[in-house]
């Protein structure tokens, strides 16, 4: 699979960005698909995650009621819609796309269990 993630850019506290990560190669409603960030000086940390369907949705505590992920299975798009943006949600933007094994969703938010990453967006929020 690969991924091509675009719509990052800077924008002042408060605002808001629509990320949307494209999906090519493989069937993609055959995978979990999320999206993690990296400050930097830090790790890699999840963001958000959604079903195969988009029936299910995890979110990080840091984003929960902020974030919006979604996904179009017709036109193999995530889509991470993101509001009142604070500076620490400062970072380069990843989309990642996880091989359903069947688990709960939860599983799916450690970025090693990721099979496939895309190129990364910057998103800045300035204060």
């Known amino acids: 699979v690969q991924l091509q993630a675009s719509g990052g850019g800077l924008v002042q506290a408060g605002g808001s960005l629509r990320l949307s990560c494209a999906a090519s190669?493989?069937?993609?409603?055959?995978?979990?698909m999320g999206w993690f960030r990296q400050a930097p000086g830090k790790e890699r940390e999840f963001v958000a995650t959604?079903?195969?369907?988009?029936?299910?949705?995890s979110y990080a505590d840091s984003v929960k009621d902020r974030f919006t992920i979604s996904r179009d299975n017709e036109q193999n798009t995530v889509i991470l819609q993101m509001t009142g943006l604070k500076p620490e949600d400062t970072a380069v933007y990843h989309c990642?796309?996880?091989?359903?094994?069947?688990?709960?969703?939860?599983?799916?938010?450690?970025?090693?269990?990721?099979?496939?990453w895309g190129q990364g967006t910057l998103v800045t929020v300035s204060s």
């Open positions: 990642a796309a996880s091989q359903s094994r069947g688990y709960d969703l939860s599983y799916y938010n450690n970025p090693r269990r990721a099979t496939y």
């Open positions: 190669g493989s069937t993609f409603s055959n995978y979990v």
């Open positions: 959604i079903s195969r369907r988009g029936g299910s949705t």
